[in-house]
Antibody, heavy 121, light 108 residues
Framework: EVQLVQSGAEVKKPGESLRISCKAS????????ISWVRQMPGKGLEWMGR????????NYSPSFQGHVTISVDKSISAAYLQWSSLKASDTAIYYC??????????????WGQGTMVTVSS | ETVLTQSPGTLSLSPGERATLSCRAS???????LAWYQQKPGQAPRLLIY???SRATGIPDRFSGSGSGTDFTLTISRLEPEDFAVYYC?????????FGQGTKVEIK
């Protein structure tokens, strides 16, 4: 079964760093790009950026460029989303998602279960 | 960036009725790279339609998508109880990918 399993919920303070993970299984990890999507409380979906696991090439939405870093570890089929200094406005659910084909520009047919990140003093 | 505007914001319907959801793009979406997702509370989104009109694997045929260019529609022919949810459109033809703000389909 193809699936993406994300790390558990996090509670952090403003200014702290954080890395959350998305572990893939059931397919060849380097064949499909992985995207990250934010959903703030009670709000809609926002595409943050994506990474090609074969060469770690990244694209970011201008709204998130410079605020987060997306990376992968091919050896364990995992993608990561990290912050160096969290803000309260980073409080949200973060989803990783995989496109339905090995083409970078395709709809997302596989989603992780989401990681809730709460940033509060 | 391509802004997607969904309408209406909320659709109040009864089971068995037809639902028509609209998604309008601020600029042309190349190759009809437009998808529709369903999201229920506490769950991740689920892909319904890709390429504007192709149903994803396992999606019932009461869901259909149409449109091209800048105007797209998701139709649910006869609402089942499990269809009451929030629906998002997404374009993946113009970087950065963007989502609409969502349409909530609620029970009347």
């Amino acid at each position: 079964e193809v699936q993406l399993v994300q790390s558990g919920a996090e509670v952090k303070k403003p200014g702290e760093s954080l890395r959350i993970s998305c572990k893939a299984s059931g397919y060849s990890f380097t064949s499909n790009w992985i995207s990250w999507v934010r959903q703030m409380p009670g709000k809609g979906l926002e595409w943050m950026g994506r990474i090609g696991p074969s060469d770690s090439y990244t694209n970011y939405s201008p709204s998130f460029q410079g605020h987060v870093t997306i990376s992968v570890d091919k050896s364990i089929s995992a993608a990561y989303l990290q912050w160096s200094s969290l803000k309260a406005s980073d409080t949200a659910i973060y989803y990783c998602a995989r496109p339905r084909s090995d083409y970078a520009g395709d709809a997302f047919d596989i989603w992780g279960q989401g990681t809730m990140v709460t940033v509060s003093s | 960036e391509t802004v997607l505007t969904q309408s209406p914001g909320t659709l109040s319907l009864s089971p068995g009725e037809r639902a028509t959801l609209s998604c309008r793009a601020s600029q042309y979406i190349s190759n009809t790279y437009l998808a529709w997702y369903q999201q229920k509370p506490g769950q991740a989104p689920r892909l319904l339609i890709y390429g504007a009109s192709s149903r994803a694997t396992g999606i019932p045929d009461r869901f259909s998508g149409s449109g091209s260019g800048t105007d797209f529609t998701l139709t649910i022919s006869r609402l089942e109880p499990e269809d009451f949810a929030v629906y998002y459109c997404q374009q993946y033809g113009n970087a950065p990918w963007t989502f609409g703000q969502g349409t909530k389909v609620e029970i009347k």
